[in-house]
């Protein structure tokens, strides 16, 4: 039988380090590499090509060139091949597990979690690929007819983060294809083996060169922005922090491109004294250790009915201080490194600029020592007002629990934040419930659950959280344009 290490270094070896441009597999012009390192061990373990911005723009002349067919391709042929690569991913989960893990440092079943959920986008979109539709109908003189058609809307441009290296792909992959529309791909610096496996999966799937472009980078700004601000993209979509978003932003206006943003979050998650309390412990382990907490949709305040916030606390504190640390490869191991060192650092800094100022620390609030960026499963107790922790994104297993009196204190705190990207909602109270949901300034809300994400929801956020939907009917129209036709009868 394999040992792991030999079965790591296979899953590695057979993953393609170099661009994916028109179709074919090809070393950077430069020459260079980036270097992917396993943030348990802080070891390399491969190095991919780093593309120049004239292999980005090799990749947007594939795209722009491809769609001149791609964009009348048969409905059909679309949709088989995402099937057959929703096939394909799914048959190889195990494979695809253990290499996210050895990139990212998620665990192997948080991984394999992650690699259903990114099929589950091929599958929903093979299925719409046929959908797609118009309408006619009587304008309202009588005299005329209203006619509309739905077409794609042109070569796009991706560029995917980190934290889930192979779902925020296939968010963006699929419907894309399902609408006809070709497309460079630019994943994060630090996971870039999951997009290259996907990318030679769709390609044994039969999708036609040139359809899907990817390049790998160090720097994303140098390769991406000349392709932003050329007129042969049509379409920009983004997943990752604000602050870059801001700028993307302004870069996409000069073409007037079509822009679709899901950005920062600062989601809360909220207690109220009727709801039932183990079953809201539950809820926001998910919510908060999910991807051990570098999730957008991470609960990020915890706020709870003054009632019930101090047992809440203690209940939350149990289980997350008994998680198991390490390796996301070893068995048994429920938490597992974060990304790198300079994310361990921010997580530290928060927790102690929190309970410098008054927060009792219920458990963890440590740095593991040793290889690897591991940080503790942290509760934090009686947090203030003004802790960082409250009103900055953690990105790490870190829970900071605050009281509130009122549902209107509570509705008032969990607005109190320039983003609103989900929220988190525990009460038995119906009327409650549809209250403070319709007063909620977020994308998405999670009732008497900890779990938002879903293949056929509308995905996505309201303020500085962004703009755009992705899954479900509305992430299809994301790639979509609809023209108008007046006839005259």
């Known amino acids: ?12 070896d057979q993953v393609p380090k170099g ?36 292999d980005a723009m090799a990749a947007l002349a594939a795209a722009h060139d491809t769609f001149a067919t791609f964009k009348d391709s048969a409905p059909r042929e679309r949709a088989d091949v995402l099937h057959r690569a929703y096939d394909l991913v799914t048959e190889r989960v195990d494979e695809l597990a253990l290499l996210m893990t050895l990139e990212m440092g998620k665990t192997i079943a948080e991984s394999r979690g992650e690699i259903t959920y990114a099929a589950n986008f091929l599958r929903w979109y093979a299925e719409e690929a046929v959908r797609i539709d118009g309408r006619f109908s009587r304008n309202e003189a009588g005299a005329g007819r209203v006619l509309t058609m739905r077409q794609p809307v042109g070569p796009c441009l ?51 060169g040139g359809v ?39 870069q996409a206006a000069k073409q ?6 899901e950005l920062g979050g600062n989601a809360p998650f909220l207690v109220f004294e009727d709801a039932d309390l183990d079953a809201a412990v539950a809820g926001a382990m998910i919510a908060k250790m999910r991807n051990i907490g570098e999730a957008c949709t991470s609960a990020n305040r915890f706020h709870v009915h003054e009632s019930v916030a101090d047992e ?72 203030p007002a003004d802790a960082r922790v409250l009103s900055e994104e953690i990105f790490g297993p870190v829970a900071p629990v605050r009281a509130f009196s009122t549902d209107e204190e509570a509705v008032a705190a969990a607005n109190d934040t320039e983003y609103g990207l ?15 949901c319709e007063a909620l300034e977020t994308g998405m809300i999670g009732l008497n659950q900890g779990l938002v994400s879903n293949a056929g929801a509308p995905f996505g956020g309201v303020k500085a959280s962004g703009f755009g939907r992705e899954g479900g009917p509305e992430g299809l129209h994301e790639y979509l344009e609809t023209k108008y036709i007046a006839l005259n009868v």
């Open 158 to 208: 991706f560029i995917t983060p980190w934290n889930f290296p192979m779902a925020m792909g296939t968010r963006k992959i699929a419907p894309a294809v399902s609408a006809g529309c070709t497309m460079v791909v630019k994943p994060a610096k630090e996971t870039p083996l999951s997009m290259l496996a996907l990318a030679s999966i769709m390609e044994e799937a039969g999708l036609p």
């Open 212 to 250: 899907l472009n990817v390049v790998t980078a160090k720097s994303s700004g140098k390769v991406m922005q000349p392709l932003i601000e050329d007129p042969r993209a049509r379409k920009l979509s983004f997943t990752g922090s604000t602050e870059v978003g801001r700028t993307l932003i302004g």
């Open 1 to 12: 039988m394999a040992t792991l290490e030999s079965r790591e270094a296979s899953v590695v």
């Open 312 to 383: 809440f606390a203690r209940k939350l504190a149990e289980r997350m201080g008994a998680m198991r640390i390490g390796r996301g490869t070893e068995d048994g191991v429920d938490v597992g490194p974060l990304v790198n060192e300079a994310q361990r650092a921010t997580v530290d800094e928060l927790v102690r600029d929190a309970v410098a100022k008054g927060a009792e620390l219920l458990t963890g609030g440590r740095v593991v020592p040793g290889a690897g960026w591991f940080y503790e499963p942290t509760v934090l107790g009686g947090v």
């Open 422 to 436: 989900v929220a988190y909602v525990f009460t038995n109270d119906l009327t409650r419930a549809f209250r403070v």
């Open 256 to 261: 007037v491109l079509r822009v679709s943003m």
């Open 19 to 54: 661009l994916f441009i028109a179709g074919a597999w090809r070393d950077a012009t430069g020459g260079g590499t980036l270097d992917v390192s396993d943030p348990s061990t802080g070891e390399v373990i491969a190095a991919v090509a780093d593309a120049t911005p004239e």
